[in-house]
């Protein structure tokens, strides 16, 4: 006779398996999927890394339902701010804005969604994702061009291209920002800490000097970021083939 689970021992297994996706999404946000192994992962549960499996069977699985754990609540995100807006050219540029400028508050976890190296599996989650994207804008398309707001063209196509173009000019802003903001990882997982001076001397320029360069640093992202959002909310509705309010 084969064993049946009581309701408690199953709502006990569901419990642990949503405090295992939270800590991975959290570790994914701080370290990327190379940062999520089982043992890191088991270790924020505050589980053994055997139970872990009652839940996955291995990183690979385990990563495809944190990325269709995040992607779901990005994707929302971005329903959410469309139907705040009354037009067709508005919501497409509520995707691009809203998609890019979430992208840029989480650099690394954004980071992680789209262009870090991972498993095939999630390669093949992020076509997903990509599609989920187009087939809103292209929705939005199709009503533009059956109202005469926007010229006749392809959505589907078009949407595929603008969610290409808008993934590419965000990848280098997202590579760049985990490195500035966490730092070389050392094996143990965090972050190494600069060379300490041997005298105080030294020890106090060489903290003045990290200070002022980080802060630099620090000051260029935040602006670049702040300029990235319009300027790629311009370039679709240009690209579209409509008027963009910035236009003269």
């Known amino acids: 006779m084969a064993y049946r689970r009581t309701p408690a021992v199953q709502a006990r297994l569901d419990a642990q398996r949503e405090a295992v996706l939270q800590s991975a999404v959290g570790l994914l946000a701080e370290r990327g999927y190379g940062g999520c192994t089982m043992a890191a992962v088991a270790d924020r549960a505050g589980i053994a890394t055997g139970s872990l499996y009652q839940h996955f069977s291995g990183k690979a699985e ?18 959410a701010a469309v139907a705040l807006r009354d037009t067709p050219r508005q919501r497409i540029a509520a995707v691009v804005e809203t998609f890019a400028a979430r992208a840029l508050r989480a650099p690394r976890l954004a980071y992680a969604l789209l262009v870090e190296p991972a498993d095939a599996v999630v390669d093949e989650e992020r076509l997903v994702f990509r599609r989920a994207f187009r087939d809103v804008i292209a929705t939005e398309i199709a009503a533009a061009v059956a109202s005469g707001e926007l010229p006749e063209q392809d959505p589907v196509l078009t949407a595929a291209a603008l969610v290409g173009a808008v ?3 965000l990848a280098g802003p997202l590579a760049a920002a985990p490195v500035a903001a966490a730092g070389p990882e ?6 190494s800490s600069s060379t ?16 002022t360069s980080s802060s630099t640093t ?8 702040t300029a990235v959002v319009p300027a790629l909310v311009s370039f679709t509705l240009r690209a579209l ?7 003269a």
């Open 186 to 191: 050392r094996g143990d997982g965090t972050t």
């Open 241 to 247: 083939g409509g008027r963009d309010d910035s236009d």
């Open 62 to 79: 385990l990563s495809v339902q944190l990325f269709r754990r995040v992607v779901t609540h990005e994707i929302d995100a971005v329903n």
């Open 218 to 225: 620090s000051g260029a992202t935040r602006s670049d970021s």
């Open 196 to 211: 300490t001076s041997t005298t105080t001397s030294s020890s106090t320029t060489s903290t003045t000097s990290t200070t």
């Open 167 to 169: 993934g590419e000019a």
